[in-house]
């Protein structure tokens, strides 16, 4: 099955044979629910039901030319059920209604018309305080309520992890990595160049082997792998967390460390950084140095390297950034 847009009558066909849907049921609409980046993701309306239809393809959707592991889809499937046993994480998570191995593909409750966090990257957009209290308790609950010093197998998702730790660890920091970040924003390239140093590299790759390595006897966590305002949603039942398909058995503070980084480059106050900081629960054994070179390396990536973000801010507050980025992880 090939999802597609355009092959409405394929896709009733297929849904009704995996009893997602009635043999004669109808499919009404078919639209994208949003901008996504990894996968192909349609909202399919029926008379009965409105789903998510999302199928994983051997590329990135954003960007066809990077090639991306298919089982994605399967990991994040997974992780669906994994925290299902949780009433509390389930609550803030769709429902998984079904898994098709062979295609790559998932069906998940509809959660409606939704938004996600980007808009906090644009001038002003604070965001509310009850809202950071959910997305922190979330997280708080996720690392601890997996918490282990043997990680489940299942879980290492190693293909995932390989494509990030590139982009995040490794592709920043090549001098010449085919990227012209001129085409971003004027002077930034130039700006980049400065950062693109030994001393910085080796810190990054040192840095990368921590997240890359399984350690039996260090405690880990089942991470989402992800967390940044574009797996953040707004909706009319509240926030809601989406698309874990990073998600892996490592240090918790890997996903603290990308939502502060992301509230520094979405120029969130202070008092949101502080209600973060304060809110998050610590497991024993939380290394806040490891904390700050992880936020550290997001900010590297997210302002130098490929996947940039809808950010408003001026040459001179990325410089600024970057060398608060440079400070947490070399220290």
Not at 48 to 61: D, M, P, T
Not at 168 to 191: E, K, R, S, T, W
Not at 283 to 299: A, K, M, N, P, V
């Amino acid at each position: 099955m090939h999802l597609d847009e355009k092959d409405p009558e394929g896709l009733q066909i297929y849904l009704a044979r995996n009893g997602w849907i009635a043999d004669d049921e109808p499919l009404i609409s078919l639209g994208k629910p949003g901008e996504g980046n990894m996968n192909y993701t349609l909202r399919v309306r029926t008379p009965n039901r409105s789903l998510i239809v999302k199928q994983a393809r051997g590329y990135v959707e954003k960007y066809p030319s990077i090639a991306a592991p298919t089982e994605r889809a399967i990991m994040e499937g997974l992780f669906y059920r994994e925290i299902a046993q949780n009433p509390e994480l389930h609550r803030y998570m769709p429902d998984l209604l079904g898994i098709d191995e062979g295609e790559n593909l998932l069906v998940l409750e509809d959660l409606g018309d939704a938004s996600d966090f980007s808009t906090c990257y644009q001038p002003g957009q604070a965001i509310a305080a009850d809202e950071i209290k959910t997305l922190i308790t979330y997280l708080s609950v996720l690392h601890n309520q997996f918490l282990t010093d043997r990680a489940n197998p299942a879980f290492a998702n190693r293909a995932m992890r390989a494509l990030n730790h590139e982009h995040i660890f490794i592709y920043p920091f090549l001098v010449d990595n085919g990227v012209n970040l001129d085409g971003v924003q004027a002077g930034l390239q130039a700006l980049a160049m400065s950062y693109k140093n030994p001393a910085l590299a080796e810190a990054a790759r040192q840095l990368g082997q921590r997240y890359l390595a399984d350690q039996p006897g260090v405690p880990g966590t089942l991470l989402h792998g992800d967390y940044y305002p574009g797996s953040w949603l707004r909706t009319d039942s509240g926030v809601k967390v989406i698309d874990p398909e990073f998600c892996f058995y490592g240090p918790a503070e890997f996903d603290l460390g990308v939502m502060l980084a992301h509230l520094h480059l979405a120029q969130q106050p202070e008092w949101v950084h502080q209600q973060v900081l304060a809110g998050y629960v610590r497991h024993g054994g939380f290394d806040e140095q490891l904390l700050r070179r992880f936020t550290g390396i997001e900010l590297l990536r997210r302002l130098i390297g490929l996947a940039q973000l809808p950010l408003s801010l001026s040459l001179d507050e990325k410089s600024q950034l970057l060398q608060l980025a440079t400070t947490l992880v070399i220290g």
